[in-house]
T-cell receptor
Framework: KQEVTQIPAALSVPEGENLVLNCSFT??????LQWFRQDPGKGLTSLLLIQSSQREQTSGRLNASLDKSSGRSTLYIAASQPGDSATYLCAVRGRTSGTYKYIFGTGTRLKVLA | NAGVMQNPRHLVRRRGQEARLRCSPVKGHSHVYWYRQLPEEGLKFMVYLQKENIIDESGMPKERFSAEFPKEGPSILRIQQVVRGDSAAYFCASSPPDRDGETQYFGPGTRLLVL
């Protein structure tokens, strides 16, 4: 059974810092892994999608890596800004579950201080 | 191109009433997924539907919850006799006929509050 864990659960950093959010999953048979951003009371914003055959994806100040063999992904945020404050969710879409649902982690709540 | 649309965005019900949540997938998408986010928790899969078929309902509570995706019209998640514990955000996602690696596109969610 696929389980997704995100560490840390919460993070508070001063503006300008580079930071790393971690995601681990127990079953390496995945179709893809996706990072989302969720603002309080809002929906999900897709940040980066990494296919199982890829090692990383980049968008602006964001870079996500995937190591399937070790069951890990990291989201790197460069030069953090107060506007980056949100909850970041990692989700994997598995091959072995028999369907195509996403399994979500519980998220990392990020606060960037001005 | 319109994304996934959900309505209503906010829904208030009293205990014992029925809640109907609607999801219109991206045009051309024939697969719909429903997820629930309880307060302070992550999103949990509920049900996966294709047109007129329920493919996987392993995440649906055994009682009071049902879902459909008719040939015409939106997908409906129906909760009968709501209780306070049903208060949550319900998200719908859609995808085209499945290909390896295809992602799901998420709607803005419906926030249900049961008084």
């Amino acid at each position: 059974k696929q389980e997704v864990t995100q560490i840390p659960a919460a993070l508070s950093v001063p503006e300008g810092e580079n930071l790393v959010l971690n995601c681990s999953f127990t079953d390496s048979a995945i179709y893809n892994l996706q990072w989302f951003r969720q603002d309080p009371g809002k929906g999900l914003t897709s940040l980066l999608l990494i296919q199982s055959s890829q090692r990383e994806q980049t968008s602006g100040r964001l870079n996500a890596s995937l190591d399937k063999s070790s069951g890990r992904s990291t989201l790197y945020i460069a030069a953090s800004q107060p506007g980056d404050s949100a909850t970041y969710l990692c989700a994997v879409r598995g091959r072995t579950s028999g369907t195509y649902k996403y399994i979500f982690g519980t998220g990392t709540r990020l606060k960037v201080l001005a | 191109n319109a994304g996934v649309m959900q309505n209503p965005r906010h829904l208030v019900r009293r205990r014992g009433q029925e809640a109907r949540l609607r999801c219109s997938p991206v045009k051309g998408h024939s697969h719909v997924y429903w997820y629930r986010q309880l307060p302070e928790e992550g999103l949990k899969f509920m049900v996966y539907l294709q047109k007129e078929n329920i493919i996987d309902e392993s995440g649906m509570p055994k009682e009071r919850f049902s879902a459909e995706f008719p040939k015409e019209g939106p997908s409906i998640l129906r909760i009968q006799q709501v209780v306070r514990g049903d208060s949550a955000a319900y998200f719908c996602a859609s995808s085209p006929p499945d290909r390896d690696g295809e992602t799901q596109y998420f709607g803005p969610g419906t926030r249900l509050l049961v008084l």
